[in-house]
């Protein structure tokens, strides 16, 4: 497809297991960036990948959350021992290039994660 | 803290009611854009404001990026039960975009 998509549309888990969160961007787009939305809330900004350049991880809540992006396209963001708090919408957008926020993101529909 | 505080948090109004949402903050941006939300989906910008004073209109939609680019505001002009959705104001703060909690907006018909 042309968008942005993000594999599973759902997740539900159990407290203390890890979860693996899928992105696939636009092709030839250059950034990534991952965002979480609690409900009914904006969005807060995880990590931000350009091209090779080392990741912006300022956003990362602890050190339970990580994401990589293999080959500068597909990115998977992974929660180890996921906490109740870890419950919310997880976004994943891309952008063409590297003026980051003055070029448009283009945001997949989500991952909602649920952590029982 | 929010570095972007939007107001009001919830609005219902009837069909063809006028409304304006307000993106508040303290800081200074480089720009600040406006997104909107519909349930179960990313989402989508509407306008990207750049220059302080800078009003941009779609429609039935205005916007305006404050004179010391550190506030804007969104007017929609006879709302439509089409417009209902979660109203997001970002701003530009250094590479990342911080956004705003959103505004609810509910169209009666």
């Known amino acids: 497809g042309a968008g942005v998509s993000q594999s599973p549309s759902n997740k539900v888990t159990e407290k203390g297991k890890d979860v693996e969160l899928r992105c696939d961007p636009i092709s030839g787009h250059t950034a990534l960036y991952w965002y979480r939305q609690s409900l009914g809330q904006g969005l807060e900004f995880l990590i931000y990948f350009q091209g090779n350049s080392a990741p912006d991880k300022s956003g990362l809540p602890s050190d339970r959350f990580s994401a990589e992006r293999t080959g500068g396209s597909v990115s998977t963001l992974t929660i180890q021992r996921t906490q109740q708090e870890d419950s919310a919408v997880y976004l994943c957008?891309?952008?063409?290039?590297?003026?980051?926020?003055?070029?448009?993101?283009?945001f997949g529909p989500g991952t909602r994660l649920t952590v029982l | 803290t929010q570095l972007l505080e939007q107001s009001p948090q919830f609005l219902s109004i009837q069909e063809g009611e006028n409304l304006t949402v307000y993106c508040n903050s303290s800081?200074?941006?480089?720009?600040l854009q406006w997104y909107r939300q519909e349930p179960g989906e990313g989402p989508v910008l509407l306008v990207t404001v750049v220059t302080g004073g800078e009003v941009k209109k779609l429609k039935r939609l205005t916007f305006q990026f404050g004179d010391a680019r550190k506030d804007s505001s969104l007017h929609i002009t006879a709302a439509q039960p089409g417009d209902t959705g979660l109203y997001l104001c970002a701003g530009e703060y250094g590479n990342k975009l911080v956004f705003g909690a959103g505004t609810i907006l509910r169209v009666k018909s």
């Open positions: 957008a891309s952008s063409l290039s590297t003026s980051g926020g003055t070029d448009t993101q283009y």
């Open positions: 800081s200074v941006f480089s720009s």
